[in-house]
Structures are given as structure tokens and as C-alpha cells.
């Protein structure tokens, strides 16, 4: 809950800290399911993607071996709300790197599967992670370099997602600056002057910029800074 209002008021950095500096051992579906969604929860909003891709992975499998114990299809149990809540974590996680956003619909309805899951009524954990995250797509969309970035540079985006650390998300004035018209990315654009303060994120938006500039054009790029430090 503090990551979600964290992330809600902008402020991407506090989210992390929160689930760095609150770890757990992971936990096991069979063992708590409330838990896993919880923890798959926390990876997400704390951009620890790989992780979560990891852990996603795991629940799957631990989903397949329940079948084979004979205790029936997860899905249709006392691990539905969990294994739902889980997919629609992963499959926001999908939508923050690539930006597809038939990603970000199904991953609402996997959520909304979560919270109405008529076999697990015991399991509020996953039901709360459920119903905290469902509308929470809608600030990723706003947010997300995925959405922000011009069509056509999917290789540019996934370099940032997929980087280490990744960025998959902007601050409120980043955002703004990618959604002026006309673009900042347009080549017609001769000069954008960017006014924020101290570690606001300006570098990021010129190392964006020089990016897509490098993918789209042959060229070199000069980026010029008044300390040896700050270069």
C-alpha cells in the first residue's frame, strides 16, 4: 500500500526503497498463497522486473505440480485468487516493456478474476493486492516510457526496460516534456530547453533523446556540461 501511493504521487524512488529495505524470503504458492501475491506485489511496484519474471515462473511451475498431486486444478481452488493476482502482476510487467497495451487489458482482467475468485474467499491477501493494482494500470499508462516514447522506437524503449538498472517509469515533468507538441523527438525540433531541479531527472531525458536520435539518424551526438563531475 505505501508502494502504491508512493508510485501514485510521483515519487518512483520512495516505492523502491520501500521493498529493498523490506525483503522476505519467497514464498511458496502451496505454502501461502496470500503471500505470493504479495511478494510478486512488491517486486513489481518496487521494478525489480527480473525478479518477478523469476518468481512468475515458479508459481506457473508450482501451479503444474499441484495438478499432479492429485489436489486439482490451481486455478479452480484455494489458490485461484493467488495464481490470478500473480498473472495479472506479470502480465503488467510485460505492459511497462513493451508497451503493448492489450498487455495492460488482460492484466486487468486477470486482477478482476482475483478479487471475484468464488474459490478462495479465505485468501484476502491476494483479493487486496488484487483490488489495489486493478486501476493502477491506468497511472502506469500515463507514466511509462513504453506509452511515452514515439511509435516505431520499440528498440530504444526495451533498451531502457530491459536496461539494469531498468527504467520503465518517468517522473510527472519527464513525462510532460515527452507529450509536448510538437514532439521533442520530431527532427524538426531544433532546441528544447528543460528547466527542473537537481537530480529531477533532466540527464535521463538527454540520454533518451540522444538515444532515438542515434537510432533514427547516422551522426554523432555532443553532450556538454559545465564540470568535469557532472560530465
Given at each position: 500500500?505505501?508502494?502504491?501511493?508512493?508510485?501514485?504521487?510521483?515519487?518512483?524512488?520512495?516505492?523502491?526503497?520501500?521493498?529493498?529495505?523490506?525483503?522476505?524470503?519467497?514464498?511458496?504458492?502451496?505454502?501461502?498463497?496470500?503471500?505470493?501475491?504479495?511478494?510478486?506485489?512488491?517486486?513489481?511496484?518496487?521494478?525489480?522486473?527480473?525478479?518477478?519474471?523469476?518468481?512468475?515462473?515458479?508459481?506457473?511451475?508450482?501451479?503444474?505440480?499441484?495438478?499432479?498431486?492429485?489436489?486439482?486444478?490451481?486455478?479452480?481452488g484455494?489458490?485461484?485468487?493467488?495464481?490470478?493476482?500473480?498473472?495479472?502482476?506479470?502480465?503488467?510487467?510485460?505492459?511497462?516493456?513493451?508497451?503493448?497495451?492489450?498487455?495492460?487489458?488482460?492484466?486487468r482482467?486477470?486482477?478482476?478474476?482475483?478479487?471475484?475468485?468464488?474459490?478462495?474467499?479465505?485468501?484476502?491477501?491476494?483479493?487486496?493486492?488484487?483490488?489495489?493494482?486493478a486501476?493502477?494500470?491506468?497511472?502506469?499508462?500515463?507514466?511509462?516510457?513504453?506509452?511515452?516514447?514515439?511509435?516505431?522506437?520499440?528498440?530504444?524503449?526495451?533498451?531502457?526496460?530491459?536496461?539494469?538498472?531498468?527504467?520503465?517509469?518517468?517522473?510527472?515533468?519527464?513525462?510532460?516534456?515527452?507529450?509536448?507538441?510538437p514532439s521533442?523527438?520530431?527532427?524538426?525540433?531544433?532546441?528544447?530547453?528543460?528547466?527542473?531541479?537537481?537530480?529531477?531527472?533532466?540527464?535521463?531525458?538527454?540520454?533518451?533523446?540522444?538515444?532515438?536520435?542515434?537510432?533514427?539518424?547516422?551522426?554523432?551526438?555532443?553532450?556538454?556540461?559545465?564540470?568535469?563531475?557532472?560530465?
Amino acid at each position: 500500500a505505501a508502494q502504491v501511493g508512493y508510485l501514485i504521487g510521483g515519487v518512483a524512488p520512495s516505492a523502491v526503497a520501500v521493498a529493498r529495505r523490506n525483503p522476505f524470503p519467497e514464498p511458496s504458492l502451496l505454502g501461502s498463497p496470500g503471500l505470493s501475491s504479495l511478494h510478486a506485489a512488491r517486486l513489481l511496484l518496487g521494478l525489480d522486473l527480473r525478479s518477478l519474471q523469476r518468481f512468475a515462473g515458479d508459481v506457473s511451475v508450482e501451479a503444474l505440480q499441484i495438478a499432479d498431486r492429485g489436489i486439482g486444478r490451481a486455478a479452480e481452488g484455494p489458490f485461484s485468487a493467488a495464481l490470478a493476482a500473480v498473472e495479472g502482476i506479470r502480465l503488467l510487467h510485460r505492459y511497462l516493456t513493451s508497451g503493448d497495451v492489450a498487455q495492460l487489458d488482460e492484466a486487468r482482467s486477470r486482477l478482476d478474476e482475483a478479487m471475484q475468485a468464488t474459490f478462495a474467499p479465505h485468501d484476502t491477501d491476494s483479493r487486496w493486492v488484487a483490488a489495489l493494482l486493478a486501476d493502477f494500470g491506468t497511472a502506469f499508462a500515463a507514466t511509462s516510457i513504453a506509452s511515452l516514447m514515439p511509435s516505431g522506437s520499440s528498440l530504444v524503449q526495451m533498451a531502457f526496460t530491459l536496461g539494469d538498472p531498468p527504467v520503465v517509469l518517468l517522473w510527472p515533468p519527464q513525462a510532460e516534456m515527452l507529450q509536448l507538441e510538437p514532439s521533442p523527438f520530431d527532427p524538426e525540433v531544433q532546441r528544447v530547453v528543460l528547466s527542473l531541479p537537481t537530480s529531477a531527472g533532466k540527464t535521463l531525458m538527454a540520454q533518451l533523446l540522444i538515444c532515438h536520435h542515434l537510432a533514427e539518424s547516422e551522426g554523432d551526438v555532443c553532450f556538454v556540461a559545465p564540470t568535469h563531475s557532472l560530465c
